[in-house]
């Protein structure tokens, strides 16, 4: 429990900008906000490493 959990912030950000188009934009606008942010989620996850590995995105017990 060292590490700031980061991921659970970005989806709480995101969750509230969802939140927020979708009471003051309805549907179209909902659905703008969540295609922008997958766009901008992928931009960064390359920005990042140069390389986009969604295993590493879903958790696995072993």
């Known amino acids: ?23 003051f934009g309805g549907l179209g606008a909902f659905l703008l906000v969540l295609v922008l942010g997958a766009v901008g989620f992928l931009i960064g996850r390359i920005a990042e490493g140069g390389e986009i590995d969604v295993s590493r995105l879903s958790t696995r017990r072993r």
């Open 1 to 23: 429990m060292n590490q700031f959990p980061i991921w659970s912030v970005a989806g709480l950000t995101v969750g509230i900008a969802l939140g927020f188009a979708a009471a």
